[in-house]
Nanobody
């Protein structure tokens, strides 16, 4: 019943910017840490950025200073602003919701492709 739908991916040149969006439904947003993860071909899925319901954030070292996560609680949306993109940022980016109270539940979106290439 919980749905996470990503959008905003695409092809961008190195040094460019993209903004990803994730729309959440099903009543989980207010009690969930929202996050972005990515998976490149042949690699494990990795954390990119997360934000708790209280606004605390955590970023992967590789994206600190370049990416910014934000959320709009009224609209139940989470965003990832990606600047100074590098080819190594190429991956499928997934929206994630991690319930902050027990029973712990976790949900994933379908993913959106980000390709950084000239």
């Amino acid at each position: 019943q919980v749905q996470l739908v990503e959008s905003g991916g695409g092809l961008v040149q190195p040094g460019g910017s993209l903004r990803l969006s994730c729309a959440a439904s099903g009543g989980i947003f207010s009690i969930a840490t929202m996050g972005w993860y990515r998976q490149a071909p042949g690699k494990q899925r990795e954390l990119v950025a997360v934000m708790s319901s209280g606004g605390r954030t955590n970023y992967a070292d590789s994206v600190k200073g370049r990416f910014t996560i934000s959320r709009d609680n009224a609209k139940k949306m989470v965003y990832l602003q990606m600047n100074s993109l590098k080819p190594e940022d190429t991956a499928v980016y997934y929206c994630n919701a991690d319930q902050e109270r027990l029973p712990r539940r976790n949900y994933w979106g379908q993913g959106t492709q980000v390709t950084v290439s000239s």
